[in-house]
C-alpha cells in the first residue's frame, strides 16, 4: 500500500473581498482542483488544494495559473498577483502569510485598485539599424580601416567600430524613449523600464494603467506605431495584472 501524498495550498492572487468566494476549477498536471479562498480581514488569498511538491513551469501550468488570475481580473479591479509555483503546507500557514503581508496589502490595494499592466516591446527592424549605422562617417571610416586586416592588425579599429556602433544604438534608445516612453508615461498612473531582450529591442516598457485610460493609452501606442511601423516592430501586450508594480516576500514567519 503506497503511502497517500501530503496535501498542501497552491496560491495564485490576492483580492480585497469579505466574502468567501470561488473562481472555478483549475487543471494542474493533469489533475482538476477547485478554487476557494483565504482570508484575513479585507485581504484574501485565491487557492487550490494540490498535491504537496514542486510544481513545474512548463507551458500548460503556466497558461493555468495565467488565465485563472485574468479570470479573476475580469471580475475584480484589485487583484495582486503572485508567481507561479507557491505552495503552503496549509491554510493557516496561508492564513499567517496574509497577516503578515496585510501592512503591505493595506497600501498596495488603493495603489492598484481599477489598475492594470500593459507591456510595450519595440524591437528595430534589421534594414533600419543597418542604414542607421552605415549612416555614420565614423563607422563607415573604421570598417574602411578594417578592410584586408587580419584580425590580430585591425585589433583597435575593431574596438573603436563596437564603442562607435553603440554610441548609435545609445543615441536611437534616447529617442525611442523621448519620443514613444515619455508620452505613455504621462498617461500612466506608473511606468517601469526593463531590461532589453535581445540585441534589437529598444523599449522594454510596463506601464500600470487605470481601466478608464485604457481607450486613450491604446491611442497613444497607435500614434506612437504610426509614426515610427517603417522603422521599428511594436509589441504591445496586456491587460496583465501588475507584476512588474508589486513587489511582495512570500515568507511565512515561524511562531
Not at 503546507?89 to 496589502?105: C, F, G, K, M
Amino acid at each position: 500500500m503506497t503511502e497517500q501524498q501530503e496535501n498542501g495550498i497552491y496560491i495564485f492572487c490576492g483580492i480585497q473581498t469579505n466574502e468567501k468566494e470561488d473562481f472555478g476549477n483549475i487543471l494542474l498536471d493533469k489533475e482538476e482542483r477547485s478554487t476557494f479562498t483565504i482570508h484575513y480581514k479585507d485581504a484574501a488569498m485565491i487557492a487550490a488544494r494540490v498535491p504537496m511538491k514542486i510544481y513545474h513551469p512548463n507551458k500548460e501550468n503556466l497558461m493555468m495559473h495565467q488565465q485563472l488570475i485574468s479570470k479573476v481580473m475580469a471580475e475584480k479591479d484589485t487583484v495582486i498577483p503572485i508567481s507561479f509555483g507557491n505552495v503552503f503546507h496549509s491554510v493557516e500557514d496561508v492564513e499567517i502569510l496574509l497577516e503578515n503581508l496585510y501592512p503591505q496589502l493595506e497600501e498596495l490595494f488603493p495603489a492598484i485598485k481599477g489598475k492594470m499592466e500593459l507591456g510595450l516591446k519595440v524591437i528595430g527592424k534589421t534594414d533600419w539599424l543597418k542604414s542607421e549605422v552605415h549612416a555614420s562617417e565614423k563607422v563607415e571610416k573604421l570598417t574602411e580601416q578594417l578592410r584586408g586586416k587580419t584580425e590580430d592588425a585591425g585589433y583597435y579599429e575593431r574596438i573603436q567600430l563596437g564603442g562607435a556602433t553603440q554610441e548609435i544604438f545609445a543615441s536611437i534608445i534616447k529617442e525611442i524613449e523621448q519620443d514613444v516612453y515619455t508620452p505613455l508615461d504621462d498617461s500612466a498612473e506608473a511606468s517601469k523600464i526593463n531590461d532589453p531582450v535581445g540585441e534589437k529591442m529598444l523599449l522594454n516598457a510596463s506601464f500600470l494603467v487605470d481601466r478608464n485610460k485604457e481607450t486613450e493609452f491604446d491611442q497613444l501606442v497607435n500614434e506612437a506605431h504610426e509614426k515610427w511601423k517603417d522603422k521599428v516592430d511594436f509589441k504591445y501586450s496586456g491587460p496583465w495584472p501588475a507584476y512588474n508594480f508589486v513587489n511582495i516576500r512570500l515568507t511565512v514567519e515561524e511562531s
